[in-house]
DNA sequence: GTCTATAGGCAGATAGAC
DNA sequence: GTCTATCTGCCTATAGAC
């Protein structure tokens, strides 16, 4: 018996599959593959994949809190990296601009387009990582005006929900065009008008 | 023979065929409704369907390009109703406003979320609809600039793409939420910045 | 954990009668 | 124009052997 290298740790074959679903619903949208997709690419049949996820509802839930959790993650990183309220937006832009450079929607931008046919649970982690994306941008935003960084008009809320959706636009309109520079104007347009 | 109303008239049935899909389009997605789906709210089969439109992806090219024609005319008729740069945006916003408050996505913001599923006579008219968006907007602001009503930081087709991607995620987001409010603090939020 | 085999349903699509 | 009937293929999912 191995011992975890950590809790909560994830079985290799569910790792690669989470991996292969997750860039197949940012690239494809969640009724845009199938468990077909991910079993060929891994080189095993559908049933093994029931192994480890039971169904396609209990794998986009997995999916969405992985990469809830990553983004999170990522978030306390840039808090502990970057000190002033300015250019912690534009790391977090450049979070977004990373997931375009794959190729990728964000995977709640797109399972947000496809929201009325997701299975609730799914539905549910969707929101909370709108949530807490929101929630983030809000604090940044609110110590930026404390620390005078910041100018906003309006609530820190509001600017925080324009920011988030903005973005989530952005990369929902320069991937059909395959074009990263379209995506980084509009982040810099969006995040200029808060500079002080 | 009955005399025709006008010009490229399609038939009833066609037309009802293309209402329904779009609203499945816009709530659904593309690959998120069937044929099955639009034949039993008329009470038909799926070969009935096959003979208005020979396939799915004609079908789907039809409801963009009938969509993209209404966007036009409705252009159009802000351009004939309003004078001032600042409100034209208004109005703008107010149309996709009025598409979300049927609880719908814009179709073709769906249809760029699914954007590498299209097959591709589907994937040009959806670019195609963009850049007439984008055009139209761009144009106003620079008459806006010229009429001095509009400041812009930058060039007027940044400005213009940063709106039109701005308020598609604020659907995209506000959706999921049901929360009409959401659209319109960011769509508020996107055109103040641009008044003079 | 992964396989074979298979179920049961739904997808888009076509042929041919009416 | 619309129907019945049917095809072929893919989908999610399960049973049971290994």
New binding site residues.
Partial sequence: MMASKQRSEA????TRILDIGERLVQVRGF?G?????V?SE??????????????????GRALIERYTQRFLDALEEIDARIPGAPDKLDAYAALYAGVLRGQRMCLCGMLAAEYQTLPDPMRDAVIAFIDANEAWVERVLSDGRQAGSIALPGSASDAARLIVSGLEGAMLVARPYGDLARFDTAAEGLLSGFRR
Same sequence: chains 1, 2.
């Fill in positions: 079985g290799e074959t569910a009724n593959f199938s468990y077909a997709d079993a891994l080189a095993m049949t559908t049933a093994a994949l029931h192994y480890h996820f039971p169904g396609k509802a209990e794998l």
